[in-house]
């Protein structure tokens, strides 16, 4: 069946997997991030990450000579994501799994602003408008709701520090694409995790080494080898899948997912569900999603 979808098509199934690993991330990471510092977590993650997709891809496309040519762009595409997840559990510290999961809502216009940078992708209206409702969707789950603290845009610290994050993940999906060099996802996806685990051991190989890892508790071995195997590995691949098929709005408009998808991680875990006043928030990025990635039809030009 999917071998029968048009690549777009792909393109978005392979997204809409990609939100919900995601998402999983959020919660789990929210309940390890205070037992482990995040640039050792991050550390193992990619270390982990880089072993697997390794054997994947010599099983299978095999690891061309060529995928080394211009190792620079494995250590810029790297330190993207080196600071969004380490920052990420940095925010988690502080920040509720929902709310970190709104700022990373705002990434898709993040994206869209370096896409056009970038690649100059435009965008039509309809996308301009599904944005702005995306946005101010993320904004009133960050503010809970809150009209008069939304005024003051007065960010927690958590919040604060991932969206410094969010700005580095958004950079990614363009960037890959401008990069690429024919590479399987695969081997492209690898290269990019090696650039990121040197970034991170030599930067935080302090933290790495003061670790005792072996009094870690049971919920940051769950939580590290969830983020390695599926919000690593396979999202990796995902998002490199898709963003070879699919311009960088659409492919990033998949995170308006991502606050719904934690809510239902949330009730999976027993932490309850949400007040209804955040629901109306998630609601607006649903719909910010629905807009996104519905096709448009191209305006007939006018006769004479």
């Known amino acids: 069946m999917i071998a029968g979808l048009s690549a777009p098509a792909r393109g978005h199934l392979a997204m809409l997997c990609f939100s919900a690993m995601i998402a999983g991330s959020f919660a789990l990471g929210s309940m390890a991030a205070n037992h482990i510092a995040p640039l050792a977590l991050t550390a193992a993650r990619f270390g982990l990450a880089i072993a697997i997709i390794a054997v994947l891809a010599g099983l299978t496309t095999g690891i061309p000579a060529r995928a080394f040519a211009a190792p620079w762009r494995y250590l810029l595409l790297g330190s993207c994501f080196a600071i969004y997840f380490v920052l990420m559990f940095e925010g988690l510290k502080t920040a509720p799994a929902i709310s970190t999961a709104a700022v990373f809502t705002l990434t898709p216009l993040m994206t869209a602003g370096f896409g056009w940078l970038l690649l100059r992708q435009a965008m ?65 996806s690898m290269g990019m995790m090696c650039g990121a685990l040197v970034l991170v051991a030599g930067y935080g190989w302090r933290d790495i080494a003061a670790t005792d890892w072996g009094a870690l508790p049971g919920i940051v071995w769950v939580t590290l080898l969830y983020i390695t ?44 569900t949400p007040p209804g006043v955040i629901v109306v928030g998630v609601a607006l990025t649903a719909l910010a999603l629905v807009l996104l990635v519905k096709n448009e039809e191209p305006v007939p030009a006018r006769a004479g």
């Open 124 to 188: 039509t209206r309809r996308m301009v408008l599904a944005l702005a409702i995306g946005a101010a969707g993320a904004l009133w789950v960050i503010f809970r709701g809150d009209l008069q603290a939304l005024m003051r845009f007065q960010l927690g610290r958590g919040e604060t520090i991932f969206l410094i994050g969010c700005i580095a993940h958004a950079a990614y999906t363009p960037l890959a694409r401008k990069l690429s060099r024919g590479e399987s996802p695969a081997v492209f």
């Open 229 to 272: 195997v599926f919000a690593s590995v396979v999202t990796f691949i995902l998002l490199q899948y898709a963003t070879l098929r699919l311009p960088s709005a659409k492919v990033m408009a998949y995170t308006y997912l991502t606050p719904s998808w934690v809510i239902l991680w949330e009730i999976a875990l027993g932490h309850g």
